[in-house]
């Protein structure tokens, strides 16, 4: 989500209660069919606003938070973190596990259990699942987070088979995993959506189609994908033949897209949502209201050069458009919901070696530094030979959020430092697309962490990494990077990772703004809807209504 996530949370990944923001779309709020079994007198639907299209629901390919917040719904892992973000064990489908002494062998035990069709879920699903993530030919931008399997990055990088992979399926129940090294968080990371089971005969059946819409899709999870209206929005169900359905309460999750504001506000004056993220221009509106609620997350805000251009190829003009931004104005008038100015890259709240890994490395360079972001944008512009800025494209999100931060940005750089940039905004399926193909200088970015690690943070920009759409390279940082990945010295690999974020810092692809918060409404007849800081952001398996006729 986090775990999240690409969790290239591009600003308008406005989800329900995703990091701030809301979002854009139609309808539904038709009655579930089933009621009558709750246990609750109470109809159990929960009415939200995604706010955003689902890019894609590929477990293998989708990359972003919008995208992953469906799938956590409608697929289970080996594992299921429970309320409290942790790992039991059968919580998910593995109900038992064993682990070789040296940490190299895991040994997963499925429970019986069956898919949305009513075919069975089999160790083989997983090994073709994980395979499928590392196939070149699949293309999977997180391929890279199944390196920890023997030979993983070996067939990813084409110099290894397939059958050369430690992931086995013993027969129905039992699936073997071995791995490179050991890796302590490695049962956590079996929650992450890439890690999620595939049924090979729906992908080979619906090849390129699989994921795109409720018939090209089978369901491991709590929820099925009932309807989904392209744009405009989406109905989750109950699944009936989840292996643990009896404690899924909610029988429908009614889903809207909307993107403007007032109408989201409208829709929840009116009755419509159940809950909605807080756009900053209402936080002041709400922030005493009892159904207010902030909380920190583990996601970073960033401005994103695309260091292949020819402008933000040089590091002083990339300082110049960081340092040039005034993060507590922005935190303070804009976000208004508990986000704090960023002034390194790892987020609070991460391990580090004895504490927090943020506290430990401490900040890179001053908030709103005008003075020498003038020094270094004149600096620049004497290394590339030119006495004026070309036109400068700078891509945001669609929403009223996203117009409102890309503005403010535009309004800094114009302010302090006399440059004019072009504000693109576009939805969040093509800003995605145009991070991927490089189309763009700068786009105003984010990440969620994946794990409860430094590692889910500083391994994004390795030379060549899936997520890397900043097109950073630098020997030394991947040195580091490798060097921290290859010992269990816990204060070694911390250490490795403290030196490569300062040399990031130095670089600076990437311009962080702010470490991000959360600010939503939430009717008080909405119990047990679980909000992790930490990966998938939220988790409704457990969710259900009480009290809402009263």
Known sequence: MKSKKLLVLG??????????????????????????????QDEQVLNVNLGEEPPMLDPQKATDVVSFEIL?????????????????????????????????????HLRDAKWSDGTPITAYD?????????????????????????????YNSGKAK???????????????????????QFLGLTSFITYLPAQKAAVEKYGDKYGSSPDTMVYSGPFMVKEWNHEQNMVLVKNPNYWDKDNVKLERINMDMIKDDNTIIQNYEAGKYDAIGVPG??????????????????????????????????VNIRKAFTYAVDRKAFVDNILKNGSIPALSFVPPGIPGEKGEFRKEGGDF????????AKELLAKGMKELGITQLPKIKFVGGDSDVAKKHTQALQEFWNKNLG?????????????????????????????????????????????????????????????LIKKANSTNDNSVRMQAMHEAEKILMEDMPIGPLYFAGRA???????????????????????????????
């Not at 600003?11 to 609750?40: H, R």
């Not at 070149?136 to 931008?141: E, Y």
């Open 520 to 550: 939503y409404l939430q009717r008080p007849y909405v119990k047990d809807w679980v909000r992790f800081p930490v990966g998938v952001d939220n988790e409704w398996k457990w969710t259900y209504i009480e009290g809402k006729n009263k």
């Open 281 to 314: 221009a209402y936080i002041d509106k709400y922030k005493n209201d009892p159904n207010f609620h902030q909380m920190a997350m583990a996601v970073t805000w960033y401005l994103q050069f695309n260091n292949k251009s020819k402008i933000f190829s040089n």
């Open 11 to 40: 600003i308008a990944v406005l989800f329900v209660l995703s990091v701030l923001f809301s979002g854009c779309s139609k309808q539904q709020t038709a009655p579930s069919e089933n009621t009558s079994q709750t246990k609750s």
């Open 162 to 184: 397939a059958e050369d992979v430690g992931v086995k399926a013993l027969d129905d129940k039992t699936l073997e995993v071995t791995l490179e090294k050991p890796a302590p």
């Open 365 to 372: 360079f001053k908030d709103n530094d005008v003075a020498t």
């Open 72 to 108: 956590n719904a409608t697929l289970e892992g080996l594992v299921r973190l429970n309320k409290e973000g942790k790992v039991e064990k059968g919580s998910g489908l593995a109900k038992d596990w064993e682990i070789s002494p040296d940490g190299l062998k895991y040994t997963f």
């Open 419 to 479: 440059v004019s940039v072009d504000i693109v905004n576009v939805a969040f399926k093509v800003r995605l697309d145009m991070m991927d193909k490089g189309d763009y200088d700068i786009v105003y970015a984010g990440w969620g962490a994946d794990y409860n690690d430094p590692m889910t943070f500083m391994d994004l920009w390795v030379t060549g990494g899936g997520n890397n759409t900043a097109f950073y390279s630098n020997p030394k940082y991947d040195e």
């Open 126 to 154: 997983f090994e073709y699942a994980w395979k499928r993530a590392l196939d070149p030919k699949t293309a999977s931008q997180y391929a890279y987070m199944l390196y920890y399997l023997k030979n993983g990055e070996a």
